[in-house]
């Protein structure tokens, strides 16, 4: 058994809140909000604690089926903050439930929109029409920019060894 398949077959309970809280961190730069122009309100933290997570999931799917089971759990541990979130900013217990619900399947497009714009270099195009969409929500001025910089960070996570990211140890942002 290799050690990314020993890693990501045991239970992952726990073992992803380092790489997430480190992703979280990543989507709270100031750079995405003031230079990118990312909006900065609720659904603009979200967009980008999406990508963030989304680029992690995407690269680490290169490793095959070991990292499925690592994948699910963060995807559980983005989703069980986006509970706590709704709580704490006041969302009643009976409506919980259907926000995140929503949250989640809008996370759920956004990794697929990202992940088909990445494995497909060839068109451009795809990653312009993902962002505009999913962060800017139409407007197109900033996306040139955001655009390089998801680029660069992918490329970035490309290089780090799987076990350092699932470990969380992804250092600073690029």
Known sequence: MSFLTNLFSKKTTGLTEPLYNKLVDWARTPWFYT???VPDTIDGRFDMIALMVSLALIRLEGEGEAVQG?????IETFVTDMDRSMREIGVGDL???KHVQRMAEAFLGRLGAYRTALMDEA???ILAEAVTRNIYRSDTADTPLLIAKIRLIFAYLAKLDPGDIAHGKIGVLP
């Open 35 to 37: 230079i990118a122009k």
């Open 123 to 125: 068109e451009p195009t």
């Open 70 to 74: 690592f994948g699910q759990h963060l």
């Open 95 to 97: 409506s919980v439930g």
